[in-house]
């Protein structure tokens, strides 16, 4: 479990997505387990109504600034509805239980496993990013919401289930392995 969270706090480096705040949680074998952004098991209540085996807590430089907004962010391109339909809510004083803004802090991402985990959490930047940096050359143009429900239906039925079965074959042999 320690080089899963090695791995995802690495690829969040990589990314410019690791802050001292970063909480990475695990679902294990014993329940939920939380790490920080060094990699040392810590308590949180933050996940405690996640259901994903995967999430993670952080921000980066452009959804710190978006969060402060209070408002949800849409997906412009069709990466970001795949991984979250049509918008990503952003929640003021609520437990999360998936993927979302939190008011004022950062951002939680859930995930099926670690790419996916990562990946969510550099899409989300992107969005914010994209929301932000629209104000300057103009206004973003949204995906309509039956698209992008097409577009996650499609990730989840055929794009990611390759994936997720090259992660789940690596792990039973990892196991087979100890």
């Given at each position: 479990?320690?080089?899963?969270?090695?791995?995802?706090?690495?690829?969040?480096k990589?990314?410019?997505l690791?802050?001292?705040?970063?909480?990475?949680?695990?679902?294990?074998?014993?329940?939920?387990?939380?790490?920080?952004?060094?990699?040392?098991?810590?308590?949180?209540?933050?996940?405690?109504?996640?259901?994903?085996?995967?999430?993670?807590?952080?921000?980066?430089?452009?959804?710190s600034?978006y969060?402060?907004?209070?408002?949800?962010?849409h997906?412009?391109?069709?990466?970001?509805?795949?991984?979250?339909?049509?918008?990503?809510?952003?929640?003021?004083?609520?437990?999360?239980?998936?993927?979302?803004?939190l008011?004022?802090?950062?951002?939680?991402?859930?995930?099926?496993?670690?790419?996916?985990?990562?990946?969510?959490?550099?899409?989300?930047?992107?969005?914010?990013?994209?929301?932000i940096?629209?104000?300057k050359?103009?206004?973003?143009?949204?995906l309509?919401?039956?698209?992008?429900?097409i577009?996650?239906?499609?990730?989840?039925?055929?794009?990611?289930?390759?994936e997720?079965?090259?992660?789940d074959?690596?792990?039973?042999?990892?196991?087979?392995?100890n």
């Amino acid at each position: 479990m320690r080089s899963m969270v090695e791995e995802i706090l690495k690829a969040l480096k990589n990314a410019n997505l690791l802050t001292e705040g970063t909480l990475v949680m695990i679902k294990g074998g014993f329940g939920k387990e939380v790490f920080n952004f060094a990699g040392e098991k810590v308590e949180s209540n933050l996940f405690a109504r996640i259901a994903a085996p995967f999430a993670l807590f952080t921000s980066g430089k452009y959804s710190s600034e978006y969060c402060k907004m209070g408002r949800a962010a849409h997906a412009a391109n069709d990466d970001a509805a795949m991984m979250f339909g049509s918008k990503v809510k952003c929640l003021k004083g609520k437990a999360p239980k998936t993927s979302c803004l939190l008011f004022n802090e950062g951002f939680l991402v859930v995930g099926r496993f670690p790419g996916e985990l990562v990946a969510a959490a550099i899409l989300l930047e992107k969005m914010c990013k994209a929301e932000i940096l629209s104000k300057k050359i103009g206004k973003i143009r949204r995906l309509p919401a039956f698209l992008c429900a097409i577009e996650r239906l499609a990730y989840l039925k055929i794009y990611s289930k390759k994936e997720k079965g090259n992660y789940d074959q690596g792990r039973r042999v990892a196991e087979a392995d100890n």
